[in-house]
């Protein structure tokens, strides 16, 4: 990739970020009754309409809303992403108490997922005996189909009160998490077990395959040499949108299991209209999901040969829609019928 | 095609082994389109006419509380005596119908965007898709709940905001047929005869554009229905007397220690129709392509 090019995506990346953080303030900024009404309005508090003024002066929100607009750009900016306004608590403070638990959670649960999409995957394609081939490759629609709250209380209905295997109340750390991560790990799952075995079909179709078997290639040999490499092509586009999986599933997952993270924080921010909180929340997942499309289309040519130099060029040219959709141009799918 | 869209074309497809022989092939077809065709049938015409499937209402204290499944109650009863069956039943209305409303927000509005940027090209088309971009960054479930903290709680707004998420997706799909077709001879030919760009657009350009925009359309009600009973779980759709699907499990949940059928019927309920109207949207758009 040239230097220029790297420039052009970078620079694309940015503006989307720019207007990202413009949608979501307007949408969050152009309530009909404010934050600062709904929580001191209550006429059990008392409060004159001058004093509600004065606290509106106090956080700001008297003022004209493109003034706000940049005041809270240059926050961001400086990575001051404002308070509160439910109890006026630095929103930056809230999401570091609460990221560690999420990241815990979301960091096995997608290990978890990875390995059951291999799972899944592997046993369709060469599992022993047809029925089971066959139950394996419909799990992917099912688990698609399943609303990921209802998994998690199903969940707790199984294991916790009819197996009683782990406790519904007074959980270790360790078992606390294992529910939860579960419940994560199948919306994540689904979607991946997907490319995944349509990439063993690809390659299990071309002509290649047959001359590696007809040399006495194992099976084994043949998914590490050859499909696996095929497959993480397609895998790797999905990263961005596998992220935003994630983060709707931490919002539901954390609300069903009663854990303290960034997603209960998120749904006790939309009940209290907190819209500060909201704000933090969206703009930092944009901000996550442009880097990691970013990086998947800078990382693609380096891990595909095809895509590199005078290729790149022509399929910039050719793929002038495909490139627009931020997946760059992949050959290793290019053969699905539209 | 953009990757949300492949993946939602990708995951749905019903994976018909392509190893099996014709005969096969054809039985599966005719079972797996006609079963799916009556779930939805049955939940579209609960939607319609609630009254005709069960004779009490929803909110109707019928019985003791807390009644497991049985012959005069099916789903059994809730917290408070009330028939779970004829709460489903009644809940299929608010849930198909803000799903069909969600559908329809992002087939219009996603598709004007699309076919304008599409068909007038340009500065407005680059400015257009931008905007789509930033849709398509911020994940849907945190997209839907921004919309519904502008619009406040409610079965109407949360359809809304559920279908301000899949705009992007009918914009990007809309705009690369629109711009594919464009593109075609046949086109050329329609302004060289004269034709100016309304009447083109009119006559041509969208009548071939529009196909497989309608397919993705039945594609997005299974997860219309998704998102409108998460949106609901989590209290954010319609009220608690309401039936709603993703309420009455939201309501449920204080009972899974003693009640399993609270949470576990009306999730199943759920689960079928999503199946359902998955399968079937993708055989139709299997035999589109045919």
């Known amino acids: 990739m040239t230097g220029t090019e790297l420039l052009r995506r970078v620079g694309q990346a940015i503006l989307v970020l720019a207007l990202a953080y413009t949608v979501a303030f307007v949408l969050l900024n152009a309530l009909p009754g404010d934050a600062v009404l709904a929580r001191y309005g209550n006429p059990d508090l008392g409060l004159t309409p001058e004093q509600l003024d004065a606290i509106r002066a106090s956080y700001g929100a008297d003022r004209p809303i493109i003034a706000r607009y940049f005041d809270s750009l240059w926050g961001f900016l400086r990575g001051d992403l404002g308070f509160s306004v439910h109890n006026g608590t630095p929103v930056a403070e809230l999401l570091a108490e609460a990221l560690p638990r999420t990241l815990v959670l979301a960091i096995i649960a997608i290990i978890a997922a990875i390995f059951l999409a291999v799972v899944i995957a592997f046993t369709a394609s060469y599992g022993k005996g047809a029925w089971l081939r066959t139950i394996f490759r419909n799990l992917p629609p099912l688990f698609v189909s399943l609303p990921v709250f209802w998994i998690g209380i199903v969940f707790i209905q199984i294991f916790s009160f009819r197996l009683g295997l782990i406790p519904a109340i007074g959980a270790g750390p360790v078992q606390e998490l294992i529910l939860p991560v579960a419940t994560l790990a199948i919306p994540i799952a689904a979607p991946l077990a997907q490319v995944l075995l349509r990439s063993i079909d690809e390659v299990s179709e071309q002509a290649f395959v047959k001359v590696v078997r007809a040399r006495g290639a194992s099976t084994s040999w043949l998914l590490w040499r ?20 994630l983060v709707g599933g931490a919002i539901v997952t954390e609300t069903v299991f009663g854990l303290n993270g960034i997603g209960s924080l998120t749904a006790q921010a939309v009940s209290q209209r907190d819209t500060a909180v909201l704000l933090a929340v969206v703009v930092i997942a944009a901000i996550v999901f442009v880097t990691i499309n970013l990086l998947v289309d800078l990382l693609y040519p380096v891990l595909d040969a095809r895509l590199r130099r005078s290729h790149r060029v022509k399929n910039r040219r050719a793929g002038d829609e495909a490139a627009e959709d931020r997946s760059t141009p992949t050959p290793a799918t290019s053969g699905e019928p539209q | 095609m953009s990757v949300r869209e492949k993946l939602t074309l990708d995951v749905q497809t019903p994976l018909a082994a392509p190893r099996r022989g014709r005969g096969q092939r054809s039985t599966y077809l005719s079972v797996g389109f006609i079963l799916p065709a009556i ?135 809309s705009r690369s047929q629109v711009v594919s077709v464009r593109t075609s001879e046949y086109i050329e030919a329609a302004y060289g005869s004269g034709g100016t760009f309304f009447s083109v657009l009119g006559r041509h350009i969208l009548p071939n554009s529009l196909t497989p925009v309608i397919a993705l359309a039945a594609l997005q009600l299974g997860s219309a229905i998704l998102q409108i009973s998460t949106l609901g779980f989590l209290g954010y759709g319609a009220p608690p007397p309401t039936p709603e699907w993703g ?20 999730g199943l309920v759920v689960v079928l129709v999503v199946l359902a109207s998955n399968r079937l949207s993708t055989l139709i758009g299997q035999g589109g392509k045919a």
């Open chain 1, 226 to 245: 050859n499909v696996a490499p095929n497959a993480l092509l397609p895998a790797l586009t999905m990263a961005g949108l596998l992220f935003g999986e």
């Open chain 2, 39 to 173: 779930v939805l049938l049955v939940a579209l015409a609960w939607a319609v006419a609630p009254g005709l499937f069960v004779s009490v209402g929803p909110t109707e204290t019928v019985g003791p509380a807390l009644q497991s499944p049985s012959g005069s109650h099916w789903f059994g009863t809730d917290a408070t005596g009330r028939d779970l069956y004829s709460r489903v039943v009644y809940g299929a209305s608010q849930s198909i119908t803000a799903s069909l409303i969600a559908v329809a927000v992002g087939l219009v509005v996603g598709s004007l965007i699309g076919i304008t940027a599409g068909a007038v090209g340009g500065k407005l088309d680059e400015l257009l898709m931008r905007l789509i971009d930033v849709l398509l960054a911020i994940p849907t479930l945190l997209l839907s709940l921004s919309v519904v903290i502008l619009l406040g709680f409610g079965t109407g707004n949360a359809a809304i905001a559920v279908g301000v998420t899949s705009v992007a997706v009918f914009a990007r799909l």
């Open chain 2, 247 to 266: 309420l009455l499990i939201a309501e449920g949940r204080n009972y899974v220690a003693t009640a399993w059928w609270l949470t576990v019927l009306p």
